[in-house]
């Protein structure tokens, strides 16, 4: 089951974190991965990571903000079968603290990066009678969290193209859903809290862990798993969808 055996995955910014783990298991079982980033150099210890498993993959260096960039780059891929829209920056502030420099980055890497993969995978998609499409949105598309006014702008956009692109394409045979994660113990939450909690470091990965009421992260792993089903035909019956990988958050911290 969860075969990936002869198709083709783009993944947005595959060098770490949930990318990195998406990247992995859909090489291992079959797909030829195509990993689209901003750091080669991450990317290329990805690509490593899978080719010693024997999987198949390739770095491609864009920024997806950069529409050309964007589409010179699924041009050099064409054929292709899913697209898994991971690529994305946080940022913490309210409205008020929250420049228009902020908010413009925010918007071009997590608003405007996955319309611009989007711009460029559906025709393929299309070309090719089909094909399976996952962004990756968060909880904060869904619930208040507090300081995260710009990020949370940005998912909401994400699960609201979700919609869009599941409800267009029904007759082309794409299938689109969403993924909203809650916290996942990633490199940039041991980076974020070393840079704003340096010598607390225990104590506030510890609190963060258990603001999930399941009283832990999640692993990028079990996000890929997610990612994993809903690119496989198994879940040929499921679009428009949006799962929150969040140990609870969404229905249980009250």
């Known amino acids: ?36 980033e901003l750091n080669p150099d991450a990317a290329a210890q990805v ?29 050099q891929i064409g054929k292709l079968d899913i697209l898994v829209n991971n690529a994305g920056i946080a940022h913490v502030g309210n409205v008020e603290n929250t420049s228009e420099a902020d908010f413009e980055r925010v918007y071009s ?28 949105a968060s909880i904060a598309a869904h619930v ?26 029904l007759g082309d045979k794409i299938r689109c859903n969403s993924i909203s994660p809650a916290r996942v113990h990633t490199p940039f939450v041991d980076g974020f809290i070393a840079k704003n909690y340096a010598g607390r470091e225990e104590e506030i990965f510890d609190k963060l862990s258990k603001s999930q009421p399941i009283g832990r992260m999640g692993t990028p792993e079990e996000v890929a798993n997610l990612a994993l089903f809903l690119c496989s035909d198994e879940a040929g019956f499921i679009t428009g969808c949006d799962y929150p990988v969040d140990g609870g958050f969404i229905k249980l911290n009250n």
Do not use: W
């Open 1 to 36: 089951m969860f075969s990936l055996q002869g198709k083709t995955a783009v993944i947005t910014g595959g060098g770490s974190g949930i990318g990195r783990a998406i990247s992995r298991l859909f090489a291992r079982q079959g797909a030829t991965v195509h990993i689209v």
């Open 47 to 75: 690509v490593g990571e899978i080719e010693q498993e024997g999987g198949k993959a390739q770095v491609h260096q864009a920024n997806v903000a950069e529409q050309q960039q964007v589409l010179h780059v699924f041009e």
């Open 109 to 136: 890497v997590n608003v405007k990066g996955a319309y611009n993969c989007l711009y460029a995978a559906v025709p393929h998609l299309k070309a090719q009678g089909g094909g399976t499409i996952v962004n990756l």
């Open 144 to 169: 208040g969290i507090t300081d995260r006014f710009a990020y949370s702008m940005s998912k909401g956009a994400i699960f609201a193209m979700t919609l869009s692109i599941a409800r267009d394409y």
